[in-house]
């Protein structure tokens, strides 16, 4: 039988997941697992480069067919830290912003946030490699992923994109989930679903494999990010899916 194509996103977040699966010898031997940034991903599934995706939750209504297949996703119900605006001045005296280039979700949501929360219209660049060194003075930044805990020292304004989202909708976020751009076989989905709770339940094994020295990965994958796709998660999704 071929293998299922599998790609996860290569962030901090997504190392607790990745822990599980890595660590269930019966899903790895039915399953090829590969790792790059969100939007690349994104595209992987979308020409069906592979099955299964972690991907950015914005690409879904672009999909022609999608399913999402697992009780486990990306999502924060606050502040979840590494999906964030950067600035060296308030939000309303931003005039341009860099768009993180390995992001599509957070750009969409930040796309939201801009029209529906905070109600700026600032001028929107796409951003390259290095974009970062650009975030001074009114040029602000949405960052995302591990640059994002590196970034966090280094301005004077922070504005948390599921932080605002939950205080402008009442709902958590989802960053990205586990969708498939086929079906898969229905023994498949316990399995993945069991390789991802494993994981969870192995948190000081995932922090002790991954020493950071920029911030508390306790916190990180305890409190900022929520990996349990529940109904108020969906509830988000689906608003965030009208606003798209």
């Known amino acids: 039988m071929d293998r299922i194509k599998i790609a996860a996103v290569s962030y901090l977040n997504t190392k ?4 599980g699966i890595h660590h269930t010898p019966e899903l790895m031997e039915m399953i090829s697992l590969s790792e790059d940034f969100p939007a690349e991903i994104a595209r992987q599934l979308i020409m069906n480069e592979i099955d299964i995706g972690l991907v950015p939750v914005a ?18 119900t606050g502040q979840v830290a590494s999906v964030c605006l950067f600035s060296d001045c308030p939000i309303h005296e931003i005039k341009q912003v860099f768009f993180d280039y390995q992001s599509r979700t957070s750009v969409a949501l930040a796309r939201v946030l801009f029209k ?9 660049r796409n951003a390259t490699p290095g ?3 650009y975030i001074q ?42 969708v498939a751009n086929k079906k898969v076989p229905e023994s498949f989905i316990p399995l993945f679903n069991h390789a991802n709770k494993k994981g969870l339940e192995n948190i000081p094994k995932v922090i002790a494999q991954n020493p950071i020295s920029y911030y508390n990965l306790e916190t990180y994958f305890t409190q900022n990010i929520s990996y349990i796709l529940d109904e108020e998660k969906k509830k988000g999704l689906e608003i965030f899916f009208t606003f798209l």
């Not at 607790?16 to 822990?19: F, N, S, V």
């Not at 905070?118 to 929107?124: D, H, M, Q």
């Not at 932080?163 to 586990?178: I, N, Q, R, Y």
């Open 131 to 133: 974009y970062t060194r």
């Open 59 to 76: 690409v879904i209504p672009e999909m022609k067919e999608s399913y999402i297949i697992s009780d486990y996703c990306i999502g924060a």
């Open 137 to 178: 003075g009114h040029t602000a930044g949405i960052v995302i992923g591990n640059r994002a805990l590196q970034q966090r020292s280094k301005n004077a304004y922070i504005y948390d994109l599921a932080e605002c989202w939950k205080d402008m909708t009442g709902l958590p976020f989802v960053f990205a989930a586990w």
């Open 116 to 124: 529906n929360y905070w109600k700026i219209s600032p001028e929107i």
């Open 16 to 19: 607790p997941l990745l822990y």
